[in-house]
């Protein structure tokens, strides 16, 4: 099946600092991919759809100049937490959807990246 | 507007005996339903998936859920519950009819005890 990687897995940083968070679909092409939002015991909220060769679609609610998101190869999205703050730390999950094949529309879900922020 | 209620927050039940986890949904369309389950700082796990075929959907792990029309519901069972199976379960449905966008249930929390 479709395999979805994320790097690093666990960051610990300082206050202030940015993150970068890798999204990678290991065996297939996306065009789309899909960045969550996971608080403690809460179910995944969708913070923005991340599409190959042009911007990104913010959920409302969530800043677009504080998670940058690049999409830049069919392959590779990037999540990065600008100047972040403790209140930024949480699970973010990516998601890659599949665009050919039996597995059409089907999304397939990275492993989850937990930030914490001191 | 799309949207999907997992009435339970958490159930308990023995290993060995039935698994009932509820889900409704609300769509002005023919949804697209999921379950997937996520095991403790672990990513998600796609359980099975409803896309207009055969009303009673059978997935991994013994896990089978039947797509009710009329009474909007999306329930997911297993005849008999193992101890693995403790985990999270999100029901999900996509939010338009291209199915590019999901919403997620709150999620149940199954705990399966000895």
Known sequence: ?118 | AQSVTQLDSHVSVSEGTPVLLRCNYSSSYSPSLFWYVQHPNKGLQLLLKYTSAATLVKGINGFEAEFKKSETSFHLTKPSAHMSDAAEYFCVVTINQAGTALIFGKGTTLSVSS
Not at chain 1, 30 to 51: C, E, G, I, V
């Open chain 1, 1 to 118: 099946g479709a395999v979805v990687s994320q790097h690093p897995s666990w960051v610990i940083c300082k206050s202030g600092t940015s993150v970068k968070i890798e999204c990678r679909s290991l065996d297939f092409q996306a065009t789309t991919m899909f960045w969550y939002r996971q608080f403690p015991k809460q179910s995944l909220m969708l913070m923005a759809t991340s599409n190959e060769g042009s911007k990104a679609t913010y959920e409302q609610g969530v800043e677009k100049d504080k998670f940058l998101i690049n999409h830049a190869s069919l392959t590779l999205s990037t999540l990065t937490v600008t100047s972040a703050h403790p209140e930024d730390s949480s699970f973010y999950i990516c998601s890659a959807r599949v665009v050919s094949g039996s597995a059409y529309n089907e999304q397939f879900f990275g492993p989850g990246t937990r930030l914490t922020v001191l």
